[in-house]
């Protein structure tokens, strides 16, 4: 099967000043080479748009390493072979190990690929002039379609004569054109990029010689690949075999690779998933102590505020997530949500999104009247039980009803009961704004809702036998819709401080803060739900607390959090500088965590969403089987021993 080459209107990029740059390195006419040349271009541009990356030596390094195809020395080597340097060299620039490194690298290439990495420090000493020379090439390439822009169309024509373009394409690989003219017109930066491109070529050389660097220059190209070069030489020297690896770090296609495979990877692969991983059983982790998702880095705080023993316990938790904005105008305040207050939302092609106890908004189909679909992911059952009824259910027997209103018009579908396998439940009543007022289990577990401007004002347990309503928990909220203050039973408070309903800091009930940092799309109202937690830490606040003792101003639990979505992971670093990576799939689930140790624990998951095994940082390994209905059937330890 031949690639792919596809026209489209630039309607869906987004950043149109960076793929003028990949689009004009698809009219470089290279011959037999393995360089990504998307991966390039963004190198470039990233250094020259950036601020600060034109003097950084990993910048330089990196778009060096992406540039190794260009060198026909190289051509040595497998095509995995330059693939797994690069991908290991990038790992290695961002804090991983050289012992994890090679245990990657034993896992994922051959005899000729470990002969090519065993001489790569002196190989790399050769290569520098024939890099530049060849990064030089791109330079040009790039002015000269900026200087004489073409259409889409001309594109095609140009890369289809190009035949060196063809061989490095995987088959079957789908690569998109832009026309080069229109994205210029639209990000108005024909002059900007000209003046980029020769404060590039200005720095071009004198900056790729310090970020090539020698052995003894600690953060330099050659210096890493000489650690990782003694590494090897270390085992082979002692004997010691290779370890599995389960991902392969760096930019990835694709970011879970099994032992054994290796593919050559794009920083234009595959879009992970805007829909969060499920909290699961809490192995791994998904988020922080504070606590924020590792992958999405959005804050996902739970906080209970009673608990009441019945026949179907209550059980009052609520959550809030930031990216959550569906819910701005949200009866628990903006963005936070309930058990009770769970949702489906109906679109006009039918589909459906169900707002889910993790505060996730999960896509369903669309489901014919009196049809049902298992969805597997999801481990539910959607039903279509009339025209505004729709059930959901879950493989332990438990079952929802949802119902969309008959007083408010173009309402979601409500969650209106909840029953187990024991057929016995809650059941949630609403008034005629579509407001919830009650739950009760049909016993003596009752409570009555008090709504006011359609915010949930205050919660009182029905007095049994004759006694007075009890308040057990009171709200307080701003004029922009944020919850701002809750009162238990005992009037003890906990507060709340947001911007553009981003949680900022939040209180226990002794006045403890919490603080939170958030990165630059929190500065607007229209962009906060896609921000990103960057620092969590624990402080008093001179103004809000009124504090001045030095000690309790002073940040504690200091968490930062560095997001490369690019090439799915997430670097954590403590308040002591040690620093974590938190490895996701296309799914946003947690494959892989790589401790400051330099040991990791793996995880690997099935199409189901299932976890299946695990492995820690001694190498024991643990597997799970699923039923049919989803439910763990048996669990196999590190001894063999299976429980079913």
């Known amino acids: 099967t031949q690639p792919k080459l596809t026209q489209a209107t630039v309607d869906s990029v987004k950043n149109h000043s960076q793929e003028i740059f990949v689009q004009c390195l698809y009219m470089l006419p290279v011959v037999g080479n393995a ?11 990233r250094i020259v748009s950036q601020p600060g990356e034109s003097k950084s030596f990993t910048a330089w390094g990196i778009l060096a390493i992406d540039a190794i195809g260009v060198i026909p020395a190289a051509g040595n080597a497998s095509r995995p072979a330059r693939a797994v340097v690069r991908e290991v060299l990038l790992a290695f620039a961002k ?57 889409a169309g001309k594109q095609m024509g140009l890369i289809k004569e190009n035949t060196g373009f063809l061989s490095w394409l995987p088959t079957g690989e789908e690569v998109t054109l832009h026309g080069i003219d229109e994205l210029l017109k639209l990000s108005g930066q024909r002059d900007t990029i000209l003046k980029w491109l020769d404060a590039f070529d200005a720095n071009r050389s004198a900056m790729l010689k310090q970020a090539f660097g020698d052995a003894a220059t600690a953060g330099t190209l050659i210096f890493m690949a000489a650690q990782v070069v003694a590494e090897i030489k270390r085992r082979k020297a002692r004997g010691i075999p290779s370890h599995t690896a389960h991902a392969a770090p760096g930019t990835m296609e694709k970011p879970h690779i099994k032992p054994g495979e290796h593919r050559e990877t794009t920083q234009k692969g595959a879009k992970p998933s805007d829909l969060p991983a499920k909290d699961g059983c809490g192995c791994p ?56 207050h769970l949702s489906i939302d109906e679109h006009d092609s039918g589909a459906l999104t169900f707002f889910d106890p993790d505060a996730r908004a999960v896509p369903l189909p669309a489901v014919p009247l009196g049809d049902s679909i298992e969805v597997p992911s999801e481990q539910l059952t959607i039903s279509r039980v009339d025209a505004r009824t729709l059930q959901l259910a879950y493989p332990d027997g438990s079952r929802e009803v949802y119902e969309q209103s008959r007083t408010v018009k173009t309402s979601r579908y409500r969650l209106v009961a909840r029953t187990g396998r024991d057929g016995l439940g809650l059941t949630l009543s609403y008034n005629d704004k579509d407001e919830l007022t009650g739950i009760t289990d049909g016993a003596e577990n009752t409570i009555r809702i008090e709504n006011v401007n359609g915010r949930v004002a205050a919660i009182y347990r029905i007095g049994l036998h004759g006694s007075r309503d009890e308040a057990i928990a009171q709200y307080t909220y701003s004029p922009e819709g944020d919850l701002i203050e809750h009162r238990d039973v005992l009037h003890h408070a906990r507060t709340y401080v947001y911007q553009h309903h981003l949680l900022t800091r939040y209180t226990d009930f002794n006045g403890n803060p919490a603080n939170l940092e958030w990165d630059a799309l929190g500065r607007s109202a229209a962009t906060s739900a896609q921000s990103r937690c960057v620092r969590t830490w624990i402080a008093k606040d001179t103004i809000l607390d009124r504090e001045m003792n030095v000690h309790a101003l002073a940040p504690k639990e200091d968490t930062r959090f560095e997001y490369h979505r690019e090439h799915w992971y997430t670097k954590v670093t403590d308040s002591e500088g040690n620093a974590t990576i938190h490895r996701y799939d296309q799914h946003n689930r947690i494959i892989l965590v790589e401790h400051p140790d330099g040991t990791s624990d793996a995880f690997n998951w099935n199409e189901n969403n299932q976890l299946v095994s695990t492995k820690n940082a001694l190498g024991q390994v643990q597997r799970f089987e699923y039923d049919e209905q989803g439910r763990v059937s048996a669990v196999t330890d590190a001894l063999s021993q299976t429980t079913r």
């Open 285 to 340: 982790a998904t988020a922080s102590k504070r606590p924020v998702n590792y992958a999405m880095g959005d804050e996902n705080l739970e906080q209970t505020d009673f608990a009441l023993d019945g026949v179907t316990p209550i059980v009052w938790t609520r959550r809030y997530r930031s990216s959550l904005c569906a819910y701005d105008a949200s009866p628990l305040g903006a963005r936070w949500t309930s058990p009770y």
């Open 35 to 45: 360089m990504s040349l998307s991966d390039v271009g963004m190198d470039i541009y």
């Open 95 to 151: 804090g991983a190990g050289a012992a994890v490194l090679v245990d990657l690298f034993w896992a994922t290439a051959g005899g000729d690929a470990i002969a090519f990495m065993e001489q790569l420090d002196e190989k790399l000493k050769g290569w520098l002039s024939e890099i530049d020379g060849g990064i030089a090439d791109v330079s040009r390439t790039v002015r000269s379609f900026v200087k004489d822009p073409v259409s």
